[in-house]
């Protein structure tokens, strides 16, 4: 059974002190990770896909990281408005078919203070 | 980039009536959509898929009479909440995949039933 499983469920840093999210993963085969942001009360806001082991994309103070097992998000010097649940889904390749269904872990709420 | 535009974003009905929620692919056509369910402090929880021109597939425990999905074109799915009572109060939220390879969302809707 495909599963994601995301640490640690809550974090709170200060602002400027960067850490990494964690989401471990175990898939019979990847199509593709994903990364959201979701703010209270709103849809999931993409931020990343990573399709291979060893792939990494940035976008201003966020890096994902990608490797057979897990996946990173790492947050540079993080400010207060990054302050949000992040989620990890994995996109699994269903061998009956082509299946586009997503499997969320249970996100990581991180706040960031001032 | 691709968005999906959810509406309304809230919305409150009295017990007893049906509500309906759009979900529509803004400048990408979406042969499938997904409809989730959200609870507080919780993940998502996929409900069904939307195939255009198709029935729905509906995951283990949604009721399909209860929550009727219609896709009938490829920027258009809609989730009609049927006799809606207190416990169906939830967010829903809407996605679609762009080109198979990126999943976007919806703003989501806060349904509230009284």
């Known amino acids: 059974e495909d599963q994601v499983t995301q640490s640690p469920e809550a974090l709170r840093l200060q602002e400027g002190e960067s850490s990494s999210l964690n989401c471990s993963y175990t898939?019979?085969?990847?199509?593709?990770l994903f990364w959201y942001r979701q703010d209270p009360g709103k849809g999931p806001e993409f931020l990343f896909t990573?399709?291979?082991a060893g792939e990494e994309k940035e976008k201003e103070r966020l890096k994902a990281t990608l490797t057979k097992k897990e996946s990173f998000l790492h947050i540079t010097a993080p400010k207060p408005e990054d302050s949000a649940t992040y989620l990890c889904?994995?996109?699994?390749?269903?061998?009956?078919?082509?299946?586009?269904?997503?499997?969320f872990g249970k996100g990581t709420k991180l706040t960031v203070n001032p | 980039g691709a968005v999906v535009s959810q509406h309304p974003s809230r919305v409150i009905c009295k017990s007893g009536t049906s509500v309906k929620i759009e979900c529509r692919s803004l400048?990408?056509?979406?042969?499938?959509m997904f409809w989730y369910r959200q609870f507080p402090k919780q993940s998502l929880m996929l409900m069904a898929t939307s195939n255009e021109g198709s029935k729905a597939t509906y995951e283990q425990g949604v009721e399909k009479d209860k929550f009727l999905i219609n896709h009938a074109s490829l920027t258009l799915s809609t989730l009609t909440v049927t006799s809606a009572h207190p416990e169906d109060s939830s967010f829903y939220i809407c996605?679609?995949?762009?080109?198979?390879?990126?999943?976007?969302f919806g703003q989501g809707t806060r349904l509230t039933v009284v």
């Open positions: 898939v019979s085969g990847l199509r593709g």
């Open positions: 889904a994995v996109h699994p390749i269903d061998s009956q078919g082509g299946s586009e269904k997503l499997v």
């Open positions: 996605s679609a995949f762009l080109a198979n390879t990126e999943a976007f």
């Open positions: 400048d990408f056509q979406a042969t499938t």
């Open positions: 990573l399709y291979s």
